[in-house]
């Protein structure tokens, strides 16, 4: 099977950086997810990450560690629209998805 | 095209109803996938179709029937559904059923009376 854990909420302040961390447990790995979704809407992607280090796109950055089975998402630059639920999903052997509880950021002006 | 479309955005069916959810993508994705969302919850996987096939059935209740016409459409058919079904109901595609992401359609809010 395959166990996801991230935290349920953070806070920030707008202009600041935060650190949303994922730890995974799974049989077989073929990559990690992360995803940003805000309320009633769909999940956008934001970064995969396959191999050790850190991936980075503008103010998101992901860093994958696999002998830790450990990822984070680093958001830079706070606006306010990046307060949203950010979901970490892994891929096991089975290349299916499978999605963590996701982590609810509210930023703060 | 970089989208993928779902409609109805919002149905209310009542328990004896049949009604249908319908998925559409252009981007030539060869992976399509059914998931329910409850709220604050994570997406879970009902369905995956890889090549047009079925290849993954989460053991949905048969009240939920998928169908892939073709390469471009998923349906979900629903029959005799119950209140608990009651969710965002969310097609997602990706270029392949491996190591690639997936792109979300915007979902259809489904309530069950």
């Known amino acids: 099977g395959q166990n996801i854990d991230q935290p349920t909420e953070m806070t920030a302040t707008e202009g600041a950086i935060v650190q949303i961390n994922c730890t995974y447990q799974?049989?077989?790995?073929?990559?990690l997810f992360w995803y940003q979704q805000h309320a009633g809407e769909a999940p956008t992607f934001l970064s995969y990450?396959?191999?050790?280090g850190l991936e980075e796109k503008g103010r998101f950055s992901s860093f994958l560690s696999r002998s830790k089975g450990y990822s984070y998402l680093l958001l830079k630059e706070l606006q306010m629209k990046d307060s949203a639920s950010y979901l970490c999903?892994?891929?096991?052997?089975?290349?299916?998805?499978?999605f963590g509880r996701g982590t609810s950021l509210i930023v703060h002006p | 095209d970089t989208e993928v479309t779902q409609t109805p955005k919002h149905l209310v069916m009542g328990m004896t109803n049949k009604k249908s959810l319908k998925c559409e993508q252009h981007?030539?994705?060869?992976?399509m996938y059914w998931y329910k969302q409850k709220a604050k919850k994570p997406p879970e996987l009902m369905f995956v179709?890889?090549?047009?096939?079925?290849?993954i059935n989460e053991s949905v209740p048969s009240r939920f029937s998928p169908e892939c016409p073709n390469s471009s459409l998923l349906n979900l058919h629903l029959h005799a559904l119950q209140p608990e079904d009651s969710a965002l109901y969310l097609c997602?595609?990706?270029?392949?059923?491996?190591?690639?992401?997936?792109?979300f359609g915007p979902g259809t809010r489904l309530t069950v009376t």
């Open positions: 981007m030539g994705h060869r992976a």
């Open positions: 799974t049989s077989g790995f073929n990559g």
């Open positions: 999903a892994v891929k096991g052997g089975s290349y299916i998805p499978t």
């Open positions: 997602a595609s990706s270029q392949e059923p491996t190591n690639y992401e997936q792109y």
């Open positions: 990450n396959v191999l050790d």
């Open positions: 179709y890889s090549y047009e096939k079925l290849s």
